[in-house]
């Protein structure tokens, strides 16, 4: 038998933390996470990985903790003492940022400085390797496409500017002070666990719900953006590939193919069977029904089911996004699994599903809950 790995994962209750839970867990990992105090349970994406407290030999661990907090973080690793970190762990909403900006460069940018700090301090910095979750809104406004490793970035949030000290803290690191310490530079990507207000899972819930009259409209705000959009499930195997490497580098995770947010509310509607055609420009842009092929899923054709509303807007916008993924795939192997179709397909059976057991428990007469961003 192989030595047993520790891993800790910053954010393990959000999208990727849950999928790369599952992922190492399934590896024969040892895996700690850190969950931040909530008033409410916020663990439904591990819950299936969740192992009673009194049980001996857990291999699923979870710490209070907070990037913010240096002295927490400090302790939860020096106890872990993990060979692999994985740092998840953001306020990773672009739009929510222009409202929380000193927050969001604590959490996503100083939190970064943090752990690398700490595992310094510790001693650690020639056993534990660390993984940097950076994103593709570094390259913000655009400055070349296809985006790579060597392209400039242009951040255009305090989202984007925070994880741009995240990346380069993490690069300083690496070069400092000789840790294995990398950044992947992931592009969108989303899953059937993305959160309610990211646009991909805000349509396919809205879709979904309209295609079974359980709302009327979706609003959304720009239709034009581009996104180079991959499942979460590939990415997290990426992640995982950038440490067991010989060499700490950073990476681009992508899917080298970019689609608009219009065309993907289409692809959307499609899987309901139900065809939408947009008409009008800017605020005045409106998605109306123009065919219904599936009888369990009827809308009335001229309905219109999709309205641009500008508080969804952004003060700067990330207009276009496309990953080239070559030294991925050709330095780490890296291949992803799903389309764009099959991605789409994946989130509307779920949220398919979901919103006909609402449907359900709505018809016989209960509460549902129905907030929509
Ligand atoms: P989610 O928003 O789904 O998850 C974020 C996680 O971070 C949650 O577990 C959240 O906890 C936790 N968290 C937030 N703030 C803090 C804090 N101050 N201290 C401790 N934990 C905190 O994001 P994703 O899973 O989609 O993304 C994972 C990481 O990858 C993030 O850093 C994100 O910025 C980055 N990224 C994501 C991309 C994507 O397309 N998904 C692309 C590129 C980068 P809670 O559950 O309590 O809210
Ligand atoms: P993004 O994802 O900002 O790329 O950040 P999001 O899904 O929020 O937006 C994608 C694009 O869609 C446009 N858009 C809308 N977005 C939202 N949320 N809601 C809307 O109603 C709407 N209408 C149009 C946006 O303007 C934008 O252009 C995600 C996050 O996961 C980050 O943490 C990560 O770093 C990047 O992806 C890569």
């Not at 001693?123 to 993984?131: C, E, N």
């Not at 029904?289 to 089911?305: F, I």
Request: hydrophobic share 40%; proline share 4%; charged share 25%.
């Amino acid at each position: 038998m192989g030595i047993i790995k520790t891993a800790l994962i910053t954010g393990i209750t959000g999208q990727d933390g849950a999928y790369l839970a599952e992922f190492l867990l399934k590896k024969g990992y040892i895996v700690h996470g850190i969950k931040r105090r909530a008033s409410l349970f916020n663990t439904d994406r591990i819950d299936h990985l969740y192992q009673d407290p009194h049980v001996e030999n857990r291999n699923l661990i979870l710490h209070y903790g907070d990037l913010t907090d240096s002295m927490n973080l400090t302790r939860i690793i020096q106890e872990v003492q993990p060979d692999e970190i994985y740092n998840l762990a953001a306020m990773s909403h672009v739009k929510v940022s222009f409202d929380t900006p000193e927050y969001t460069a604590n959490a996503d940018g100083i939190g970064t400085l943090r752990i690398l700090e700490a595992v310094r301090l510790l001693g650690l910095s020639q056993k534990t390797r660390i993984y940097q979750a950076s994103t593709s809104e570094l390259y913000g406004l655009v400055q070349a496409v296809p985006q790579s490793e060597t392209t400039p970035f242009y951040p255009r949030s305090p989202y984007a500017v925070a994880k741009l000290y995240g990346y380069w803290i993490t690069v300083n690191y690496r070069e400092a002070y000789d840790m294995f310490a990398c950044n992947g530079i992931l592009f969108n990507h989303e899953s059937p666990l993305r959160g309610e207000t990211f646009v991909t899972r805000k349509i396919t819930r809205a879709v979904s719900k309209i295609g079974m009259t359980m709302q009327d409209c979706l609003y959304l705000g720009n239709l034009d953006a581009r996104r180079d959009w991959g499942h979460a499930k590939d990415y997290i195997k990426a992640m995982w590939l950038i440490l067991q490497q010989e060499k700490p580098e950073d990476y681009v995770i992508a899917t080298g193919i970019t689609t608009t947010v219009r065309d993907f509310v289409k692809m959307a509607f499609n899987e309901m069977g139900i065809e939408v055609a947009f008409s009008g420009e800017g605020v005045d842009e409106i998605g109306t029904v123009v065919r219904c092929s599936n009888p369990e899923y009827q809308v009335a054709v001229g309905t219109v089911v999709v309205r641009v509303d500008p508080r969804y807007f952004r003060p700067t916008e990330v207009e276009l996004l496309i990953g080239d993924p070559t030294k991925s795939k050709t330095k780490l192997g890296w291949e992803p699994q799903y389309d764009l179709a099959a991605l789409v397909k994946d989130m509307m059976a779920n949220d398919i599903k979901l919103v006909k057991k609402d449907k359900y428990l709505k018809d016989g007469g209960y509460q549902t809950l129905n907030y929509f961003e």
